[in-house]
């Protein structure tokens, strides 16, 4: 484990194999947004439906339900960096593959959501391995610098330079912002099988031991803790609003306020604006309101900036409140994440990474279809109020688990109890 002192404040040292994570996550988050933003504008050109663009959504989230349990355990029992960089290479043939028949004109809305559904199934193992693959990188009291900055410079990468450069790459050939993201996920590949970090310290398996009973010991220890469980059931509400939100912005912005691709362009830019400004702002937040007190402002200012989105009919407004949503979503996950790594047991950090992350992300994929059917029901508006009202009962869910000073393991184990403060 490296980490450099910067300003009194044990910070990650860029040399060795955080800078080569930072720098892998970086370029797959650049071709990521490439292909988030293009896929909702290539499904507006095959149908003008809501429920079926919202449908391309919702099945990138589906694999989730269907595999992020699995994904955590199996991520605890192999080589997470062997896992990560095999998943970015068959990411990176899959999306060349696409691309091609992008190219030949025969891209489909079924063709979208089985590319969607591939890429989020195949995400399930990575993500869980890059959760657990981190600590063994930095060390412990650097964790929450080292995921602020590579959340920070994915955003950078992936909102700042990726999404306003998708209707120029358009421009040049519907398919060319898919090539351009399998070679992001082939180079992130290379980088990341390049790491050398020590496996974590693994008790052995017991006798009889199977995945389910993994799995289940997963979710006990997730369960077990106050700070994690609150977490997670906000987390979960968010994510039902979420749903709805992503897989209807696009005609929201192109729609609703008739401002066009350029128009969509901006609102995500300002989004990732707001984003960098929360990464950064993120140490003093956290210092200036505690931990509990900084995820419940954000629950509450995100639900504001949210009224605005759906009441607003203004290209400025809407994109200066998701500039403020932005600032607080970073507040949230930066924190989350640190939480989930220095709380967990090391062996166990796959289990309970993918069992939060299933469980947030268990209503997504019913939020995104009924975000398309009151679109089409009520007005392009009406999602982003529906998604104001799902934040309202999840800031409403983080009371009771406002004191998280309570350690997953006893603290004569030998399991990590370090708090994070959030």
Not at 5 to 19: H, S
Not at 137 to 161: E, F, H, P
Not at 396 to 412: E, N, Q, S, Y
């Amino acid at each position: 484990m490296t980490t450099a002192e910067a300003a009194g404040v044990r910070a990650p040292a860029w040399r060795g194999g955080f800078g080569r994570l930072w720098s892998a996550a970086v370029l797959s988050s650049f071709g990521d947004s490439l292909r988030t933003a293009a896929l909702p504008l290539l499904a507006v050109t095959l149908t003008d439906r809501p429920l079926l663009i919202a449908a391309v959504t919702a099945c990138g989230y589906l694999p989730w339900l269907l595999f992020g349990l699995l994904g955590g355990a199996v991520a605890d029992r192999v080589d997470q960096r062997r896992a990560m960089w095999t998943v970015d290479a068959l990411r990176g043939l899959l999306v060349g593959a696409f691309a091609v028949a992008v190219a030949l004109g025969h891209a489909s809305i079924g063709l979208l959501i089985a590319l969607a559904f591939t890429l989020t199934a195949l995400q399930t193992l990575f993500d869980n391995a890059a959760t657990a693959l981190l600590p063994a990188l930095v060390d412990q009291k650097a964790l929450s610098s080292a995921n602020a900055r590579l959340m920070t410079g994915q955003k950078i990468a992936g909102g700042l330079l990726g999404a306003p450069a998708v209707p120029l790459l358009l421009a040049a050939g519907a398919a060319v912002p898919f090539v351009a993201d399998a070679v992001t996920f082939l180079l992130a590949a290379a980088l990341i099988a390049s790491l050398r970090a020590a496996a974590p310290d693994r008790a052995p398996k017991p006798a009889g031991s199977t995945l389910r009973r993994e799995i289940a010991d997963g979710l006990r220890t997730l369960w077990g803790d106050r700070a994690l469980r609150g977490l997670c059931a906000a987390t979960a509400l968010c994510n039902v609003g979420m749903g709805a939100l992503i897989a209807t912005l696009v005609v929201l912005v192109t729609g609703w306020l008739d401002a066009g691709t350029t128009g969509y362009a901006v609102a995500t830019t300002a989004y990732t604006v707001g984003s960098l400004a929360g990464g950064l702002g993120n140490r003093w937040a956290a210092a200036r309101f505690g931990p509990a007190r900084a995820v419940l402002l954000a629950g509450v200012v995100q639900t504001g900036a949210l009224v605005v989105m759906g009441s607003v009919r203004s290209l400025t407004a809407v994109a200066a409140a998701l500039a403020v949503f932005g600032f607080m979503g970073m507040v949230w996950n930066v924190n989350t994440t640190t939480l989930m790594q220095q709380r967990a047991p090391a062996d166990m950090l796959g289990r309970v990474s993918s069992a939060f992350r299933t469980l947030a992300v268990v209503g997504t994929p019913l939020g995104a279809l009924l975000g398309g059917a009151v679109a089409t029901a009520w007005g392009l508006n009406t999602p982003a109020l529906l998604t104001a009202a799902f934040f309202v009962l999840s800031v409403l869910a983080l009371i009771p688990g406002g004191k998280p000073d309570v350690p997953v393991v006893a603290p004569d184990d030998d399991a990590t109890t370090t708090h994070v403060t959030r």
